[in-house]
Antibody, heavy 122, light 107 residues
């Protein structure tokens, strides 16, 4: 079945770095756009970044632009998020999700991984 | 703040119909998608496109849109529908954006 599994979360000090990974299975990973979405504790969902199927098109939310880098390795069916200069406000559960409809009059995310918690604290 | 506005909380009696709304200018041009999130779990897509349900989503869930407002309707709400619901569309830059979420309570 279609599955996404995130890893790499943990506790990091402000200003530090962390790299998240998302392993995909059950579908042809290289055919799909992928995205990272986060959720701060007790808060709503916030889109972070997405990357096209080939990796040639990338967008970021203003809140992470210049600090986070999304990438993918289609040979390894994996999505990544390199997070640098981390701040307390980056504390959240980070989900990877398959993204569809971006070129149409809609976009949707399905499925989502189980999420990985990133805590930025001294 | 989000460019998509949702009521923070809505309640419905068991078996009755409830409509959860999402307002935003982008909804005049783009369809919304809707997600259900239960405590401690990842969000699950329930509606996408004009009014499409992924496999496994009960047909009591439906979507509609008019002007700058998208709606998720649950016809005959069940206890297991109690959850947070989020809409998703685009922001003014054309990037994905989520509403603030609606907490649905089934009485």
């Amino acid at each position: 079945q279609v599955q996404l599994v995130e890893s790499g979360g943990g506790l990091v000090k402000p200003g530090g770095s962390l790299r998240l990974s998302c392993a995909a299975s059950g579908f042809t990973f290289s055919d799909y756009y992928m995205s990272w979405i986060r959720q701060a504790p007790g808060k709503g969902l916030e889109w972070v970044s997405y990357i096209s199927s080939s990796g040639s098109t990338i967008y970021y939310a203003d809140s992470v632009k210049g600090r986070f880098t999304i990438s993918r390795d289609n040979a390894k069916n994996s999505l990544y998020l390199q997070m640098n200069s981390l701040r307390a406000e980056d504390t959240a559960v980070y989900y990877c999700a398959r993204m569809r409809g971006i070129a149409a009059a809609s976009n949707w995310f399905d499925p989502w991984g189980q999420g990985t918690l990133v805590t930025v604290s001294s | 703040s989000s460019e998509l506005t949702q009521d923070p909380a809505v309640s419905v009696a068991l078996g009755q119909t409830v409509r959860i709304t999402c307002q935003g200018d982008s909804l005049r041009s783009y369809y919304a998608s809707w997600y259900q999130q239960k405590p401690g779990q990842a969000p699950v897509l329930v509606i996408y496109g004009k009014n499409n349900r992924p496999s496994g989503i009960p047909d009591r869930f439906s979507g509609s849109s008019s002007g700058n407002t998208a709606s998720l309707t649950i016809t005959g709400a069940q206890a297991e529908d109690e959850a947070d619901y989020y809409c998703n569309s685009r922001d003014s830059s054309g990037n994905p954006s989520f509403g603030g979420g609606t907490k649905l309570t089934v009485l």
